[in-house]
């Protein structure tokens, strides 16, 4: 770099630095600037407050805008009873020896209830009926308007007086009254509060049984004109209580009675039935509870309708109900019902006369086991429980009683099958001598008068099983649905009324489950050594006879899958009956003289024996055939 290019460099270095001193702003012109730049920020900030204030006034302005049109919709919507329909909801408890119930002012219903002293199988409070699943009220027309009281706000009193609390428990032998009254608008107060629709309860310190009524009172000119009715909606999705929830949805539907008999809609169908025709009462019944509606006289119709809740485990079913209930005035009515919340305990329900009991399940398709039940195993059952035993010590004596009354006829059986074994050498040579097909009808016949001289029957041994049977169907239905053994325990089984399980499985097993049941295994086990013992006894022999003992032995085996889901009392009855058998069966070896009896056999054939008109109908026959038989040669 060359001189004169240094001197250019360094002159605009100070003509520059010279300009910037000649431009820089004055002490006056800075402080004006900061001045400036201040202003625009209290600007920036009364512009923000501003935003803020409108925002807040638009706020204001939208809910006055919101409110304005509900007021004037709920005139429009519920005319006459538009002050009702707002409010805030109160609960009342009120608290019996058995049941806890919420009641709202909210429809003036029953909110939940819940049975005291019981919990479900994992523990949590035992409720029957929640608003959380459910609803009730009644609907009627006001000046052409639908009015639900579900959705009213209703005065309570409590034994007719405002009450100054919301918690009541009910001393013994005494009795609870809560009104809830819905008045329309109130334009006079002393003429229009005698002029409400009423929905009463009344709770007992003792009993399920509550009083329950809907009453009109001066209503004419508020409720339309014609009415003569009105419709009461009651719904719930019905909470699962009980440890399998396969058998509770099973045993969960809608039952009812009208004027003849009772009916129910089938456990594995969804479905809606209505009536034309009187009701007395409905029931949303659960495995071992039901929550029933019952009219003092009768629902003028209705209908009833079940639904399927899916992939919610906690819920079984929905159930639906709408039951027509008559206004006979509308200047004063009232229709009385009682509401049953509680146990499906035979004795209890029956207590009432009203074919409560008809819900559970004894075998009412089959009167020989339903009587069986009501006379003899739940009289017996009920006799041992007043003796505070052990409800496992309890099916144990009652196998016993029962197998005991029935001893006589299992002697007969084994007496029978000793005779026909002691014969069966002398029917196959009788085989043998008619060896062809043709030959079947002589077969028969030999094999028949030599059972007639040998004084055998061979349906003796059948007509005494014939008789057991009924016997046991009904303690098959008996155990499963006996509320008494609803979570009582006994040995490893913590509930009788459930499957006993020793281990649950991480999977699923088609046909057998997910837990292993300790009392089916034995039952099974009992069963297939019985089934051994019996057909060593028997001695059978032949093709035929080997694909019977597969089946005999394939029975059990089914039962290991059938039973798995079962109550564990079920199983451990059936695995007891096993064992009783293997003794009585020891006792009629030791007191059944084999010899003695072959004795008598050959003692009977040197007797004349009158042909049987069945024997003789075998002989027509025979004859036909070998006619027939002539004639094709």
């Not at 169908?269 to 019944?285: C, D, H, I, R």
């Not at 819920?315 to 027509?324: A, G, Q, S």
């Not at 006589?408 to 085989?431: F, H, N, V």
């Not at 293997?582 to 059944?592: D, T």
Request: charged content about 25%; glycine content about 4%.
């Amino acid at each position: 770099m060359d001189k004169n290019t240094v001197i250019g460099l360094v002159l605009i270095f100070l003509l520059f630095i010279g300009f910037s001193f000649w431009n820089a702003p004055s002490e006056e012109e800075k402080e004006a600037l900061r001045l400036e730049q201040d202003s625009l920020a209290q600007i920036r900030r009364e512009k923000a407050m501003l935003e803020e204030v409108i925002a807040m006034e638009n706020e204001v302005a939208n809910k006055v805008a919101d409110t304005l049109p509900t007021q004037i919709q709920d005139v429009a919507q519920f005319g006459s009873f538009s002050q009702a329909s707002v409010g805030e909801e109160k609960f009342i408890e009120v608290e019996n020896e058995f049941i806890k119930f919420s009641f709202s002012n909210l429809g003036g219903r029953i909110s939940s209830v819940e049975m005291k002293d019981l919990k479900t199988f994992d523990d949590r409070p035992l409720i029957l009926f929640s608003s959380e699943n459910g609803n009730m009220g009644v609907s009627f027309f006001s000046n052409n308007l639908l009015i639900e009281t579900g959705k009213m706000y209703f005065d309570v009193l409590i034994n007719n007086e405002v009450p100054s609390k919301t918690y009541f428990k009910i001393a013994e032998n005494d009795s609870l009254t809560i009104q809830y009254r819905l008045y329309p608008n109130l334009t006079d107060s002393l003429k229009d509060a005698a002029r409400y629709v009423e929905m009463a309860y009344t709770i007992y310190a003792d009993k399920y049984m509550s009083d329950f009524s809907i009453s009109v009172v001066n209503m004419d000119g508020v409720i339309q004109n014609n009415t003569s009715s009105m419709e009461l909606q009651w719904n719930s999705k019905i909470n699962r209580v009980e440890k399998s929830y396969d058998n509770e949805l099973k045993n969960t539907t809608l039952y009812w009675k009208d004027s003849e008999e009772v009916n129910n809609i089938s456990e594995t169908k969804y479905k809606k039935e209505e009536f034309t025709t009187g009701l007395k009462w409905v029931s949303f019944k659960q495995h071992f509870f039901s929550s029933t509606l019952i009219a003092d006289s009768y629902f003028e119709s209705g209908e009833v309708e079940t639904k399927e809740i899916k992939d919610n485990k906690d819920l079984l079913k929905e159930m639906n109900t709408i039951l027509v209930v008559p206004i006979s005035s509308l200047t004063d009515s009232r229709f009385d019902m009682k509401w049953y919340f509680g146990p499906n305990k035979y004795s209890l329900l029956s207590s009432y006369d009203l074919d409560l009991e008809r819900q559970i399940p004894l075998g009412w398709g089959f009167f020989v086991m339903s009587w069986i039940n009501r006379y003899a195993v739940i009289p017996i059952f009920n006799w041992l429980e007043n003796y505070g035993l052990n409800y496992g010590i309890i099916i144990l004596i009652l196998t016993f009683l029962l197998k005991l009354v029935l001893f006589p006829i299992a002697y007969k059986t084994y007496l029978s099958s000793a005779k026909m074994r002691l014969l069966k050498p002398e029917i196959e040579e009788l085989g043998k001598k008619f060896p062809k097909p043709e030959d079947s009808m002589k077969k028969q016949q030999a094999v028949m008068n030599l059972q007639k001289k040998a004084g055998v029957n061979p349906m003796a041994g059948c007509i005494p099983m014939l008789l057991q049977l009924p016997i046991l169907l009904a303690l098959f239905r008996f155990f499963p649905a006996s509320y008494e053994l609803r979570q009582k325990s006994f040995l490893w089984a913590e509930d009788l009324s459930s499957y006993d399980s020793i281990l649950d499985l991480p999977f699923s097993i088609p046909f057998y489950g997910d837990h292993v049941s300790l009392f089916t295994i034995l039952m099974t086990a009992a069963t297939l050594l019985y089934t051994k013992i019996n057909n060593d006894m028997m001695n059978t022999g032949g093709q035929n006879m080997k694909a019977m003992k597969i089946m005999m032995y394939m029975m059990p085996v089914m039962f290991l899958g059938i039973f798995n889901n079962f109550a564990s009392g079920l199983s451990y009855y059936y695995f007891l009956v096993n064992c009783i058998t293997f003794l009585q069966m020891f006792i009629f070896k030791f007191i059944v003289n084999e010899d003695k009896l072959r004795k008598q056999i050959e003692t009977n054939k040197l007797k004349p024996v009158k042909k049987s008109s069945w024997a003789k109908k075998l002989e027509e026959l025979q004859r036909v055939q070998q006619q027939q038989q002539k004639n094709k040669k």
